[in-house]
């Protein structure tokens, strides 16, 4: 939740030099001085996209602000039932009808913390939300937070009617108090076995642990439901760089299997690494390199910082795992994944997600991706800039595969773009999907106004839905 503006180039186009005389008559047929005209005021790599089937985008927060880092969950065990969480501070809104309306739930922020965010939210085998976030009254040195840290620590809250009311106490799973040299928690995930394998109802959570000295990946687990966790252990096995720049160990995601295996990846330079837990979180293999990237910490034109970490998804039909990722090791930004059938342990070659032509550089960030429980087809909702020779004004696009994340088909999700105007837009977008009903979140900036001071905020947390139950998709 920590959160340059680049020159225009004007492109002119010229090819109407050469469909006028002197006597400034056109010498081609109507037509084809149409499709002429269309190619001037379409760059050459542009790539226009078919809107997803159904699609419709919903506006979280009326009025702009400080709002960034969205997640989204479906209840698989009553699907009209949605949650989608943000900051800054935490929120959440919840939908009773599939995502039609939203209503914003209250007393989600803590009271006796200043700032909460880094949210991630899920539903448990009973149908019941759980909130995850970090929460401090104020940030260390910037980007070494572990640097003069103040008090902060890592929070559960529970909603046992789904996502409506939530209890009033927030549960502490690291909480570190204000003395020299204490670390600073940061960007946790919540994962839940919502099976019925051996560990069913277990609520996992990892998170980077930043200190002085280094960056570490920590993991608790919680077997009753929330109410209590256990203490944090470490399952990095090899410690990452102190800054949250490139080089740290960041990024935690997590997925159960229906066997009740709990598969764990996160970012270690430029490595994604994966571990497992076969007893329900109370110990793990040693984490190995699974895929070899460019930095995932880099530098995307008009907008505050960028990333591209990792997420694990699972089939559960057939056991399927897929990893994804953004780098640039194609100039631009693409979106990748990688598949595993073998329950992790080998994987395909890198499968680029983004349909757009290769070495356009447009860059494609803060993906998400899922993978439907009923259905296995996996979905994607990224940023995409395919549509901008200039690589600024920003849409967002969803991705979809029905073969197993071996190819995609892409779709709009807006049309219009929006600048970045160098703001925070967050580390991550989300996305989730039920019986073929998708449903993404992100964040969009808004222009702001002559007299705002330079660090007024002016995004909007939205979330888009996408209905492919009775549609068959195009062709890749």
Known sequence: MKGSSGNVTAIRCRKSEHITRSTGRTTLPLAVLLLVLQGCAR?????????????????LTPQPGYFTEPSIAVNPRDPQKVVAAFQDNAHISY???????????????????????????????????????????????????????????IFVRRSLDGGQTWEADHIPVAE????????????????????????????????TRWTIEDSQILFS???????????????????GLPRDDNGADEGFAGIVGPDGTLYAVWADGNHILLTTSHDGGATFDAPRSIVDTAPIMFKVEDVDRSN?????????????????????????????????????????????VNSDPIH??????????????????????????????????????????????????????TEEPFEGRNAFIGDYTGIAAFNDRVYGTWTEERPGSPGDKPWSHHSVVRVGIADFGSTSPPKP
């Open 43 to 59: 760059p050459a790599h542009a790539q226009t996209l078919a809107p997803a089937p159904g699609a419709q985008v919903i506006d």
């Open 95 to 153: 939908s009773l009808d599939a995502g039609l309306h939203w209503q914003a739930a209250s007393g989600i922020a803590p009271p006796n913390y200043r700032v909460s965010g880094d949210v991630s939210v899920t539903y448990d085998n009973h149908g019941h939300a759980i909130l995850c976030y970090i929460a401090f009254d104020r940030l260390g040195t910037t980007n070494y937070w572990a640097h003069n840290a103040t008090r902060n620590g």
């Open 176 to 207: 570190q108090p204000t003395q020299p040299g204490i670390p600073f928690e940061d960007k946790p995930y919540i994962v839940a076995d919502e099976g019925d394998g051996p560990y069913a109802g277990n609520l996992y959570v990892g998170w």
């Open 221 to 239: 687990r919680s077997t009753d439901g929330g109410k209590t966790w256990s203490k944090p252990i470490e399952i990095d096995g090899h410690r």
């Open 308 to 352: 591209g970490f990792p997420q694990i998804a699972i089939d559960p039909s057939g056991g399927r795992l897929v990893v994804a990722w953004s780098d640039y090791r194609n100039g631009g930004v693409d979106i990748f994944c990688s598949a595993s059938g073998d329950h992790g342990q080998t994987w395909s070659p890198a499968v680029r």
């Open 360 to 413: 356009n550089g447009a860059d494609h960030f803060f993906q998400w991706m899922t993978v439907d429980p009923t259905s296995g087809t996996v979905y994607f909702v990224f940023y995409d800039r395919r549509g901008d020779p200039n690589n600024r004004k920003t849409t967002v696009s969803l991705a979809r595969s029905t073969d197993g994340a071996r190819t995609f088909s892409n779709y709009a999700w």
